[in-house]
């Protein structure tokens, strides 16, 4: 039981990264990016490239597969989403949805539809405490779960993006009379949103396969996490990330594989009915999006 309750954890690590990449950017921008898995999908594509063909180092192809990912965040922001900005959120949700499929095309045609391998971050001996055992990089995992967590909040409370970020997802208008410049604050959301989605892909990929439909499942129970915190609570975004990975790992232990995102969906349907705010915001959070 207690080694299920752990590898939940460990999913739920990467699910909850997932989801504060989704809620960072809807907190702010009020957009919901259904291309996010395609974008981590790319930038761990891109970290294998340089592990593979270039042979770098592991930890030097993900700090360059995270410097991508922030600029492929920054492109798609300028180059697409900025000039749909005055159009309603239903189009600019289709225009997502246009980029979700252009990007898992195109990757097809780059890196081809056969799945394969991505290496560990680090391998070892399995770690034992007590009736539990982790691997060093489960525990790798947890360690840049927890880094990524403390850098956001301290982002939010003591720098002036951070600020401007928070001013903006309160008021969008009022940030702008304020001088807030809110093409800033939207660009360097969509590259911080893309460096946790573009984490938690190289975080699942030794884990799961590298393939371009990779990010299919965690994009999913990310959206769930994302539900539980109501779209707008980052540390509800990783506790949510945390119960669903732990939900999903009981379902299929106890009951079979293939039920945990039915489980999932139907936990979905069952929070928003109960609590369409979710169940890590306010109340009246729900009405001021």
Not at 96 to 118: D, E, K, M, Q, R
Not at 158 to 172: E, K, P
Request: hydrophobic residues 60%; charged residues 5%; contains cysteine.
């Amino acid at each position: 039981m207690e080694q299920i309750v752990i590898s939940g954890l460990i999913f739920g690590c990467v699910y909850g990264l997932a989801a504060l990449g989704l809620v960072l950017i809807f907190r702010t921008t009020g957009l919901v990016n259904f291309a996010h898995g395609e974008m981590a999908m790319v930038t761990t594509f891109v970290a294998f490239t340089f592990l593979s063909t270039f042979e770098l180092p592991f930890f030097v192809s993900f700090l360059l597969a995270i410097l991508f990912a922030a600029l492929f965040g920054v492109l798609i922001y300028l180059v697409l989403i900025r000039h749909v900005g005055d159009a309603s959120h239903l189009n600019q949700l289709v225009l997502t949805l246009g980029i979700f499929l252009a990007v898992h095309g195109g990757a097809g045609l780059i890196w081809g539809h056969t799945p394969t391998s991505f290496p560990r971050a680090l391998d070892g001996s399995s770690i034992q405490l007590g009736p539990i055992f982790i691997s060093p990089n489960e525990l790798f995992v947890l360690v840049v779960t927890f880094i990524l967590a403390m850098a956001l909040f301290a982002l939010f409370r003591f720098t002036q993006v951070g600020l401007s970020m928070r001013a903006s997802s309160q008021d969008l208008t009022a940030a702008r009379l304020m001088g807030i410049n809110v093409n800033f604050v939207f660009m360097v959301t969509w590259a911080s949103g893309s460096v946790l989605g573009g984490i938690a892909g190289l975080l699942t990929a030794p884990f799961t396969f590298l393939g371009v439909s990779m990010m299919f499942n965690v994009l999913i129970m990310a959206f769930a996490a994302a539900v539980l915190a109501g779209f707008l609570s980052l540390p509800g975004a990783v506790i949510g990330g945390l119960i669903i990975g732990i939900f999903g790992n009981l379902v299929s232990y106890y009951w079979a594989p293939e039920m945990a995102l039915v489980c999932t969906f139907v936990l979905i349907i069952v929070v928003l009915y109960i609590r369409p705010q979710g169940i890590f915001s306010a109340p009246e959070a729900i009405k001021k999006v």
